[in-house]
């Protein structure tokens, strides 16, 4: 069966610092793939989605960025912190079909900025 | 642009209680609508998915959802919540073009003993 992993967790980073969120799925091969955040009192906001190795599309212009070293891992970074970027990040994964199809989320990264 | 409503933020209801929770969107062309459920402390997992074929979905725990074209809404409901139901609740919109989902604001439902 196909598991989704985010580490770490919890994350509290100071203004400034850089920000590196990783995400990996295992028991599928060349998902699709997405980050999402989910800040306080709001709903999910589409940051990033992946269709291949190196194929990164931005949904949303802010200092974060994504990257896709390899088939199954889904990275989520960024060079200075600001505190806008508190949140709560989830990766999430479907299988490639060409179709809208269920994304299958991963238990999410608190990120709190100070 | 494409969007999702949620107009409900919080709902409060007493257990064998009847729940609707309401869900706009905007769309244009062929649209797909999903439900998603975080229970406290778990991921956000799903709960329907509607893509084509008969308006009434049935997903798990007992919650339907209706599509209605002609009022672009899929308002999610269930006859007699429990209060095992306390969590908060996603609508969600896609279309064929693509994989990427729109998510509505979320409501928060909590369910009284």
């Known amino acids: 069966s196909q598991t989704i992993h985010q580490w770490p967790a919890t994350l509290v980073q100071p203004v400034g610092s850089p920000l590196s969120l990783e995400c990996t799925v295992e028991g599928t091969s060349n998902p699709n793939l997405y980050w999402y955040r989910q800040a306080a009192g709001r709903g999910l906001q589409l940051l990033f989605y992946?269709?291949?190795?190196?194929?990164i599309s931005s949904e949303v212009p802010q200092n974060l960025s994504a990257s896709r070293p390899q088939d199954r891992q889904f990275i989520l970074s960024s060079k200075k912190l600001l505190l806008s970027d508190s949140g709560f990040y989830l990766c999430a994964w479907s299988v490639a079909s060409g179709r809208s199809d269920t994304q299958y989320f991963g238990p999410g990264t608190r990120l709190t900025v100070l | 642009a494409q969007s999702v409503s949620q107009h409900n933020h919080h709902v409060i209801l007493s257990e064998a209680a009847s729940l609707e929770l309401g869900c706009n969107y905007s769309y244009g062309g062929t649209v797909n609508l999903f439900w998603y459920v975080q229970y406290p402390g778990q991921h956000l997992q799903l709960l329907l998915k509607y893509f084509s074929g008969d308006p009434l979905v049935k997903g798990i725990k007992g919650f339907e959802a209706e599509f209605i074209k002609s009022k672009f809404s899929f308002n999610l409901r269930k006859p007699s919540v429990q209060w095992s139901d306390t969590a908060e609740y996603f609508c969600?919109?896609?279309?064929?073009?693509?994989?990427?989902?729109?998510f509505g604001g979320g409501t928060r439902l909590m369910v009284k003993p």
């Open positions: 969600a919109a896609s279309n064929n073009a693509g994989n990427m989902l729109t």
């Open positions: 992946s269709v291949g190795i190196g194929q």
